[in-house]
């Protein structure tokens, strides 16, 4: 019995998770039933693609007790940078798009990667710098021109209508994917559970022989790509980026994956309950807008939500405790 | 696959410096298939440092290690596990947020195919876990395992890496009596399938049934390597301290006056029940009992770090607030914890604030504080403790261990407090200043303050105290006047409970 | 024997401070004038008021993301109470109210809940702003009274002198006298060093933090009022994005994102270093654009300079010791 | 006396849109006529701290004409008024700041009338009847304020079975501006046409429509730029856009100001000043009394349609 409810745990999270976001998707489609249609889910999916892509890279990061503010910054870089690309050479499809995405976010991983795994710097400072020089990057390289929809691959803004069964876009096919395979990886790879003995307590990690390095460098690496591609993504969405596309988004990034059980403490978390995490967000964002709630609120129910989800954590983990607690007394006893 | 008796691992005049301090200056180690060599010295002698080299924490600076023949490398702790060597850290240092199975093969998971097989884990973990003869879950999380389960579970880990040598640094300082006896068996196995164990142990009955050979260290040097049959405990005793053990405890007799603390009864069920004693002026009270029978949890409840249930703590006739350590500082108690580096200091802050910290009252002006003052007020314990440093302002980081513990010892002291309860004050310090902090706590009972010491070093604790109480798991087994008080006794008191409970 | 030269980096961006002045000068005409000087007070202003108390913030290993979004909900609320009828004194007191609130709700949920001060205040961060939002609306309120509003950006006489300027500084010395002087900046200090530890001196950690969060809030609150008097303004996005600036301006300054270490002086320095080169910049007339890139690499350099240092001296060291 | 030498700054409201782009060509292109030096200081953020700076930058290096589209109407008076001592010329253009701040504001276009294009143009796309729903920036943004204002009258008077049932902010960015399409389209099952009198939100209005099943249903119209909205333009979701020439509206703006300072010309309302020879179309402009203080006006809007679209680059 007992084992049967610890095998269930890992799982649990997870599972309310969503069941929350049923519950969300539920009273909003009361209030609204226009939001269950096929173009709302849709609508759902599309939304959420870019925000997920980017909680599920950086679910490993916060797993090991870090953070990467630098994602938005380098959405916004690849995003331009294959406007510009593609603007140049019109012969290019989406292929090029998909493979020069991840490896220019890439670029950016390793500078992160190298800084906090290779100097053993902080990596919200770090990547707090890099924030900020990556959009300058953005800014100066750019010199504020701007691409629309006729300069982009045609077969790329073709591939971002594409939907299958009616609801699900190609780009959250792949967001699904990419959290397959990751929550794969983080389970039965030894790399996987090595991001979690880290962020679980790095002082041991070393002591274990742990590749602290090449795993903190790695997983730095990985969410510089994954955001490359969600600048991919961006284009797919949007058909129009400048130089400050995506300004400012790194905290609903880290705000998905914390709402999906992502801890901060590091430790725990999955990259399937970040794109939950993601999903609700956004269908919250959504339902709001659907329901008509006045835009002003927005941000002040974003904020709440926020601090609701991690009171939630906050008091499972407190229940834990006093379950353990009370096993000692009884064992003392 | 190794010989019994073959020569295992060597290492020759090995060094070690940490900054200015010299924790090993040449110390030798032979070690050979099939045996169980104990490894023993004085807190500080520098047996962690000889492990920790081993397994890859630490590099020497000196010396030279071989194993099998072959130069051993150090520096990567992944490096000595592949060199076939397992460590049992003296802190457990397991991965709260993994499985029990997990923790114990972290970075080694078996594999089926690309995945990890969980099954295999966990039926290995279980079967480890049974073959140590404990109940645990494999699929349960290491959070808020005991410390003694904490270090099954590193034993298990060891024990998995199915490493040629094993490295246990007081493996049993935690453990109960059942445990220990099925650890021993485990090692008596492990000696049987050709691996070396070593063993580092304060307990010395432990260490002369089990080992075959033992290595006595001091002050970082190998004093002497002997079979067990070639020597026993007297002279282990003394190459141990090298000294008349006598010197150490200073003890003087003092005027024993009015009862100034009295614990009435005070229960917190996780930790300790029905706790009940009284301190006089100038006495020394000692709390003595294994690791993790709850006496350091008494000195926190009572300075107020935490709460308990019930019961109710005097000072001088009156109540004291509990819970609130600002209170208990007002009616001059003071508590030097047991963690120094943890609880004790602010590492990174110099010498200078940390004496300062508890004295601001008598340092400030009606504001600000008085620099001069507290200049004066470092030199002043300074020179009453001759605590060495260079600049006031070094970091306590810089200190040696037992300079780390009189800065402790004189911030608490230049608080002049009535009642003064130290918790494990001699530990992780060399021989000489032992002595010297025995002297310090000595004069303290002189000058009419209450002393509670908390110290799991049984000559400590027989050397210092006016009586001696017993605690074992959370209880109150025994109580001993200094007269009556033998080793024996409070050894049987605490580990079976019995006379009293 | 030991010759001990402990690199601070809060020393060092102090002749950073000032090589980067001399540097200025030479290269533009009017770098020191007195009114390029007052405009960099002036410019800086907010982000000084706010770093007076996310330094004790996170000196006692504490952040708080939200005092930007603290800012314009008490800009917010100064305008809409003012618009409202209240008479100025009254808006400005509500105003700073308003941030101590805000601070101390961010202290209430890290201490007594517990939750981690990063993810609350990233929450409040929006939450706080979508207040504002909601209270103001479409609303902008602009009209204050002339006395008011010339003290956010006039200078005193016909000095160079912001008339702001007194308070940052009254506000510095206080605040660099409570810090480094009092018992209660060495307890912020300490709890930081090691909160374990502060606990077993007989700090209350809990309390103190409150604290500290609370008149985070407050000083936003201030900063909240000089932002809407400098710019005759009250509205809800006041101040966007400016918490990381105030986050950086610390870092730079020499304080520890782990807790336990800063200086006030650091923290100035940092902040005029940051408006320095901003404004040295700005007169070379180089793009907007490179300026940000120079605040990620002069965040980058204050927790890298420092490390790469000390590795470099261990090294030293260690070569010394085998020789 | 001497001609005054033109030292221009230009300070658009952001640096980094194609709108301002578009404009600071026009900048560039009455400077050299005019042997000016000039320069563009776009903020990279959209707020008037980030203009203050420029705006102190700028008077210090001794630049003595400043060419303003502002963020904020009166947070930027304070440092206008300064810069204005010390003998600086200052022209707004596109958003205008309080009248103490600026000698003139050259207005893209009444905002009467451009609130009835927006009207024609929607009524024109439902069919004259119907319900709509406007797609606006910021809620504080005046300048949308006031055309949406003009806008309802024009709809309550020309085309009064054309119903707004709701206007929903996209704050200038593409993310925020699709969810809110969305979200109107899903509340509002029966709207005929989108409003959107912001570059950013026109085109994220007409991409999200042109992507999902309202394509036909749905008809997007309001300001925005013809490149940007080209493609919708023509792939047959039928969208319309208009603007007025961008280009020409920085030129017009330091011509103006070139009036000003060299010409001595008086800006008192029914003046003629002179608005350059590459002005398009025109070479003089009347001054007339707008909503804060005097203007010009640039002129009347283009409406973009697949027919002329191609026409234009900006
Ligand atoms: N990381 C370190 N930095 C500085 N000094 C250290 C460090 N580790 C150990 N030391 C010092 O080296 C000496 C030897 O310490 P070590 O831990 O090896 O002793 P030990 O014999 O294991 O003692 P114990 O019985 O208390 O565990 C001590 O003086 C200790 O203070
Ligand atoms: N981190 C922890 N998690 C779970 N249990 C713990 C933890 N730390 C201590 N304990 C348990 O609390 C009890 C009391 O421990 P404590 O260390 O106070 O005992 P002690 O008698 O003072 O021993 P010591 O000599 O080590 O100070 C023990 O049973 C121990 O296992
Ligand atoms: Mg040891
Ligand atoms: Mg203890």
Redesign the interface.
Known sequence: M??FI??LKPRGREGSLGIILLVTVGITGLI?P??LT???TR?LFT?TAVVALLAIGMAPIIIMRH?DLSVASTVGLTAWFIADISAKNPDFTWVQCFIIGPLIGMIVGVLNGL?VAG????S???T??????????V??I?N???Y???EMPPSLLDL??KVFFGVMPFTFLLVIFAMLITA?FM????AG??C??I???P?????????VFRRTFLAFVFSGAMAGLAGVFYLM????V?????Y??E?AV??AA?IGGVT?????GTTIGATIGALLVQTI??G?????V??????????????VA??AD?TLA?K??RT??AQ??KE?? | MAQQGDLLLQMKGVQKRFGGAIALSGTDLSIRAGEIHALLGENGAGKSTMLKILAGVHVNDGGTISMAGRSFQTGSPQASIEQGIAVIYQEPSLFLDLTLAENVFIGRQPMKGAAIDWTLVQNEAARLFDELGVPLDPKRLARGLSIADQQVVEIAKALSMNANIILMDEPTAALSASEVERLMTVMQSLKAANKAVIFVSHRLDEVFMISDFITVMRDGATVSENSVEQTDMQKVIKEMVGRELTELFPKTEHDIGDVVLEVKDITNPAYFRNISFKVRKGEIVALAGLVGSGRSEVARAIFGIDKYDSGSVEVNGELLQKGSPIVSMERKIALVPEDRRQQGLFMIAGVDRNIAMESFDRLKGKIFLNFKKERTLTETWRDKLSIKFESASDPVDSLSGGNQQKTVLAKWLATNPDILIVDEPTRGIDVGTKAEVHKLIDAAAGEGKAVLMISSELPEVLGMADRIIVMREGHQVAELSRKDATQEKVIAAATTGSKGA | MKFKLRFTWDTSILILLVVVWILASLTTDNFLSSINVSQIFSNTSEITIMAFGVIFLIITGEIDLSVASVLALSSSMLGWSYAHGAPIWLAIIIAMVVGSLCGFINGFLVTKVGLGSLAVTIGTLALYRGIANGILGTNTINEFPEFWTGFGFDTIGTSFIPQSLPIIVIFGIGFALLLHNTPFGRRTLAIGQSPEAARFAGINVVKHKIIVFTFTGFMAGVAGVIYTFRFSTAQADNGVGLELLVISACLLGGVSIFGGIGTMWGVIAGVLLAGSVESWLTLREINAQWRTIVTGILLLTSVAAPVLINKAKAAKIRAGNRS | SAKTKLKIAHIPKLGTIGYFQAADKGVQRACKELKATCAYKGPTEITAAAQVKEINAAVQSGYNVLIIAANDKDALVPALKAARKKGVTVVTYDSDVAKAGRSIFVNQASSEGIGNALADSAADLAGDSGEIAVLSTTPDATNQNVWIDYMNKRLASAHPNVKVVATAYGLDKPEESTTETQGLIQKYPNIKAIVAPTSVGIVAAAKYVSGSSSKGKVFVTGLGLPNDMKTYIKDGSGAQASLWDVENFGYVAVQIANSIVNKKQSVKVGKKIKSGKGDHGLKKRVVIKGAVGNEVILGPATVFTADNVDNYDF
Do not use: C, M
Request: charged share 20%; glycine share 12%; hydrophobic share 45%.
């Open positions: 007992n084992s610890s095998r609204n226009r939001f096929g173009d709302g609508d939304s953070i800084l100097l053993r710097l902080p919200l400072v770090v707090l710098g890099t924030l900020y020089i990556v959009r300058g990057a800014y100066v750019s504020s021109v701007d629309n929809a006729q971002g209508q794969w389970k039965y790879r030894k559970r090595d979690y003995a962020g679980s307590n002082h041991a990690a070393d002591l274990v022989g742990l590749k969405r949007f058909a129009q400048d130089s400050t596309a995506f400012g988004q905290l880290v705000a914390v901060i403490a590091g430790g725990s964002q959504g709001l807008a659907a329901i008509g006045d835009a002003f609120w927005k941000s002040a129910i974003n904020g709440l939500l926020l601090i991690i009171y906050r407190r834990s405790e353990l607690l000692r007394i003392r006893a």
